[in-house]
């Protein structure tokens, strides 16, 4: 089964501020600041997904319309 972790991002032009939201957990965790740059956003989801043991993962970030 995919869980769903959503990343809330604070978006300014020096720099994001994200953190994770895991829906079946409850819970926020994994908020960090990073250089505004899709490199640096792609590692922390790759991050994430070592932190989560390899489970199978969805990412929502910011706005996803239904």
């Known amino acids: ?33 990073i250089n505004p740059d899709i490199d640096e956003l792609l590692k922390y989801l790759a991050n994430l997904k070592v932190r989560m043991m390899g489970q199978d993962v969805h990412f929502v970030c910011g706005y996803e319309a239904t």
């Open 1 to 33: 089964m995919t869980s769903i972790t959503y990343i809330g991002m604070d978006v300014h032009t020096t720099n994001y501020t994200l953190c994770a939201y895991s829906m079946a957990g409850q819970k926020a965790f994994a908020q960090t600041t």
